[in-house]
């Protein structure tokens, strides 16, 4: 009777482990069949050398051991693809290979580096529409704006390329006969590039771009949420690397998500940490680095505002402050999310801005008609919540939008919020969803003021014809912001210009200028040419 009992358990369990596996089989296979990849709609992902699984860590060869995790469209919450992730193991050996691939390229003159980035520009501009097809879909930031991101990675190439035979320092006098002073600049080496999601492609492309011409190597984690987009640009990257037979560790990724990001920021052979996301992470990245004495990049957060003067070209004021407020979903961190009105005007713009919300064209991404797109995560959805019911408690009234919409996505009405205090906690926060905090003001001194009574110094602008007040603007009394315009938005820097804010936006400046400094360490050197040994400040030792 047992042998019996025992024959027919086994017979179960055996038949249930068949169920269990063939179950198991046919969700994968519904995954796999659910996943947008597979879909003939956008089999133009596989231009990109993406496939259902893709590796996470590139250094040299592709891998990945660690985490599956799955992307999905903000546009309609489906799954796109999926990416294995790094483990703590797979870092530390990325780490060492692209320490020894600095080697090699610290040796290579700068203007053949320059070279080489010029053909990262050039590989990036045949990828341009589906890259920004692909940076639509992941981020879901409308189509334009997407290749408008890669455009911006191609023209920091061209920008690099030029500085490659530009970067120096000074000789100066030297109050010593037979002595010469110079600056020399050399790379810092490994620099650690943290992104966000808003801007997959642009941030890693302003810093790699620089940091390659000035000698470095890379590192890059981008956001958990964008990893298709990081494995995609890294594969662009790393068949231009690999057809110059250079070590493709040159330019490292690993993606990840915290463990990664704390790896980077703590370990002493990351030269630079180059980080953008949120002041919050942002403080903690910054105390990580400073624990080791490390060096740090911070592009942080931003409570941008637009003040308008009584004086003001409205034809200009109305589109500047819809494009600011509303581009991206307010996802940008020069997004404008305070708008400053002056009392005799106050009104009327007020009901030209909200006419304008109502006419913005809302859909796909990836729609060429579409003007505003989904916010990126549920998260976000319940964030715009939360601070609309926060400035309704605080006073405030909505004048336009304030709900989520009935569609499938993350997509909720972009909201225009009057009769709050400028001084409002709700006003005082930054909340990275398209909520517009309309102000009244009274007199130049009060704007002033109340620009800068936030935490955050990013981006500011005035609308006026003022020359007097647009000198004060600029001026010691003006904005304490890194980025202060005049009748222009807050939003759409030029790559041209140093780009990054002050206070709580963290210090940091990438792109232009000479924000190349930042990715190099600089030495006074003293060389004596003559036969004597005067000393400085005519001192005499005999």
Same mark, same amino acid.
């Given at each position: ?42 089999? &133009? ?13 590139? /250094? ?23 990416? *294995? ?8 050996? !990325? ?9 090699? &390229? ?9 070279? @080489? ?88 492309? &302003? ?8 000698? /470095? ?7 958990? !949420? ?18 110059? /037979? ?15 990001? !704390? ?133 405030? !009234? ?16 972009? *909201? ?35 620009? /800068? ?8 602008? @005035? ?80």
């Amino acid at each position: 009777m047992q042998r019996c009992l025992t024959l027919t358990f086994a017979r179960h369990s055996r038949l249930l482990l068949r169920h269990k596996l063939a179950s198991v089989h046919c969700q994968q296979s519904a995954a796999m069949s659910g996943l947008l990849i597979n879909q003939p709609k956008y089999s &133009w992902l596989k231009e990109l050398g993406l496939s259902e699984d893709n590796p996470g860590v590139y /250094n040299g060869s592709w891998g990945g051991s660690g985490e599956v995790i799955t992307s999905y469209c903000p546009a309609n919450n489906e799954p796109i693809a999926r990416v *294995t992730q790094a483990t703590m193991a797979e870092y530390e050996e !990325t780490v060492q290979k692209t320490r020894e691939a600095w080697k090699m &390229w610290a040796d290579i003159p700068a203007p053949k580096r320059g070279e @080489i980035v010029r053909q990262i520009g050039d590989a990036l501009r045949k990828k341009i529409n589906v890259l920004g097809s692909l940076v639509a879909l992941e981020m879901g930031k409308i189509y334009v704006e997407g290749v408008g991101e890669v455009q911006e990675y191609v023209d920091v190439c061209d920008y690099a390329v030029g500085l490659s035979r530009m970067i120096g320092g000074p000789m100066l006098p030297s109050e010593r006969p037979g002595h010469a002073l110079i600056e020399q600049w050399n790379p810092v080496g490994l620099v650690g590039i943290i992104t966000a999601f808003n801007f997959p492609v642009a941030v890693y492309g &302003w810093n790699n771009a620089i940091a390659l011409t000035c000698g /470095n190597v890379c590192l890059w984690k981008g956001a958990p !949420t964008t990893p298709l987009t990081s494995v995609a640009v890294s594969k662009i990257v790393a068949e231009v690397l690999e057809r110059n /037979n250079l070590p493709g560790a040159i330019c490292s990724m690993t993606c990840g998500g915290a463990d990664i990001g !704390t790896a980077m920021a703590k370990d002493e052979r990351v030269d630079l940490v180059s980080f953008t996301g949120s002041t919050h992470v942002g403080k903690m990245v910054a105390m990580m680095v400073q624990d080791r004495f490390g060096r740090k990049l911070l592009e942080l957060g931003g409570n941008n505002a637009i003040i308008v003067f009584e004086d003001a070209d409205l034809n200009l004021v109305v589109p500047a402050a819809v494009f600011a407020s509303v581009g991206t979903a307010g996802q940008r961190c020069t997004t404008t999310r305070r708008l400053m009105l002056h009392e005799s005007l106050h009104d009327a713009v007020i009901e030209r801005v909200a006419k304008a919300y109502k006419q913005v064209r809302i859909g796909d991404p990836w729609d060429p008609a579409t003007l505003y797109g989904p916010l990126h995560t549920k998260q976000a959805v319940d964030q715009y919540l939360a601070a609309i019911e926060q400035a309704k408690q605080q006073g405030g !009234t909505v004048v336009c939008g304030g709900k989520v919409m009935d569609r499938p996505g993350n997509y909720v009405e972009p *909201t225009i919020i009057t009769g709050l205090a400028h001084d409002a906690p709700i006003v005082h926060t930054e909340t990275f969803v398209p909520i517009l905090y309309v102000l009244k003001f009274k007199t130049e001194e009060e704007a002033f003021a109340w620009n /800068n009574e936030v935490q955050q110094g990013l981006s500011s602008s @005035i609308f006026t014809q003022d020359m007097g007040r647009v000198f004060r603007w600029l001026g010691p009394k003006g904005s304490d912001c890194g980025i202060v315009n005049v009748n222009i938005p807050t939003s759409g820097a030029e790559i041209g210009g140093a780009f990054g804010g002050e206070k709580h936006t963290g210090g940091g400046r990438e792109s232009g200028s000479d924000s190349w400094k930042q990715y190099m360490r600089r030495s006074t050197c003293t060389i004596n040419y003559s036969k004597d040994l005067p000393l400085a400040q005519g001192i005499k030792f005999e």
